[in-house]
């Protein structure tokens, strides 16, 4: 969704959180960390995350207070932090959330804004999920393909940002690494290799199923572009 000019939102927090803004900066996109402690150095929550926020920053991202400087979070400063997530995002992704969890209040605040509400389906007896596939059965949205929520909530981004997204199309970690390194430009076999660490013939079978399925092509020569 970042190659594709969205801006992704999120609350610095561990798992999906700090994921989410990741994929975004690896993806050369924009992302917004929204806290509930203070934005100077001392007070940045959670500690582990603190060097994934200068990196944030360092590449044109924001980070988003409402607390002074000096402010180290308590309990209700996420909530608070939540519906600040709500406001500023055109839609909700509820990755994987419990019962009790911040995710809901955020798609609860969400709702009374009129936001859009999108839930990634999990296993049904999947105690870390029985909130968020919960979200479904109340008329969530599930979202299995990135490309859904494009479509429907940003019809207005150009063709080439709305085309399918290359990473979507790999059927395995491998071909997943593979179509990374692609992305980049054509490569020789061998770059493949020194780039993703997987064995040769690993990476030969995976190219020649990315070549049936027309997700890559030969340019000779043991070379490959993405199509």
């Known amino acids: 969704m970042a190659r594709a000019g969205i801006c992704i939102v999120s609350g610095l927090a561990y798992g999906v959180d700090a994921a989410a803004h990741r994929g975004a900066l690896d993806a050369k996109g924009r992302t917004i960390a929204v806290v509930g402690s203070g934005i100077d150095d001392a007070s940045i929550y959670p500690r582990s995350n603190f060097r994934l926020a200068k990196e944030l920053l360092a590449e044109g991202g924001l980070i988003i207070s409402e607390n002074p400087p000096g402010t180290h979070p308590q309990n209700w400063d996420f909530p608070k932090r939540n519906r600040i997530i709500a406001a500023l995002s055109r839609a909700i992704i509820v990755v994987e959330a419990p019962i009790k969890s911040g995710a809901l209040i955020t798609a609860k605040y969400a709702l009374e804004l009129g936001r859009e509400v999108f839930v990634v389906p999990s296993d049904a007896l999947r105690v870390s999920a029985m909130g968020s596939n919960g979200l479904m059965t109340a008329g969530a949205t599930p979202l299995l ?29 491998f071909e997943a690494k593979i179509i990374r390194v692609l992305m980049e430009g054509n490569k020789h076999v061998d770059d493949i290799v020194t780039a993703t660490k997987l064995p040769t013939a690993d990476i030969q079978a995976a190219l020649t199923a990315l070549e049936l399925r027309s997700v890559v092509a030969s340019l000779g020569g043991m070379r490959y572009t993405l199509l």
């Open 145 to 173: 393909n990135p490309n859904e929520l494009i479509n429907t909530i940003f019809p207005a981004l150009n063709q080439s940002q709305q085309k399918e997204l290359p990473s979507l199309k790999a059927q395995n970690t």
